[in-house]
């Protein structure tokens, strides 16, 4: 999840509820960050975010099982030390031990960013999910690698957001979706 919605490490931790939900006869995962854009906010006035799942089944499908049991996408709050330490571990459980000194969570919004980017995702678009503001220059110097190209699985992850069939933020699309789970 943090690869495709370019969320920071805190933020991704701090969401308060999720669903699957399906709009315009897309599958897509709505979530509410109470951490946005590096500070924390009232739940009022956190925003509804919403990614395509269509390139991601077998994600979408662990998401609806789980989030059948409970609106929160973290059963318990987890620090971002400790997250970070599930990161490692995760990698070095799927043979990946030797990323461990390379990457971090902060690797996966890099890298996302990068992919969509190179997809054809609008930078505005990019920048709205990330929670980065408008132009901004953190964005273009440390997280874009312009040398990413696109890839079959990066085209099919971000294709509806390039093509402008999902807007990032869920108030766009009130009263026009079904819950799916």
Not at 66 to 74: K, N, V
């Amino acid at each position: 999840l943090a690869f495709c919605t370019f969320l920071r490490p805190d933020s991704l931790l701090s969401v308060a509820w999720a669903r699957v939900s399906e709009v315009e006869g897309l599958a897509v995962f709505q979530y509410k960050p109470l951490n946005w854009k590096g500070r924390v906010v009232q739940p009022e006035a956190a925003p509804v975010l919403q990614f395509p799942l269509c390139g991601l089944p077998r994600v979408r499908l662990v998401l609806m099982q789980h989030l059948a049991r409970s609106e929160q996408l973290w059963p318990f709050r987890k620090s971002t030390s400790g997250a970070e330490q599930w990161f490692r571990s995760a990698l070095s459980q799927c043979g990946l031990g030797r990323l461990v000194e390379l990457h971090t969570l902060y690797s996966l919004r890099r890298g996302g960013a990068s992919a969509a980017r190179a997809a054809g995702v609008p930078l505005e678009v990019i920048e709205s999910f990330g929670g980065w503001s408008a132009g901004s220059v953190a964005l273009r110097q440390h997280y874009l690698d312009m040398g990413v190209s696109v890839s079959p699985a990066a085209r099919a992850i971000f294709g509806p957001l390039a093509s402008g069939r999902v807007a990032p933020f869920a108030a766009q699309f009130f009263n026009r979706g079904s819950c799916v789970s």
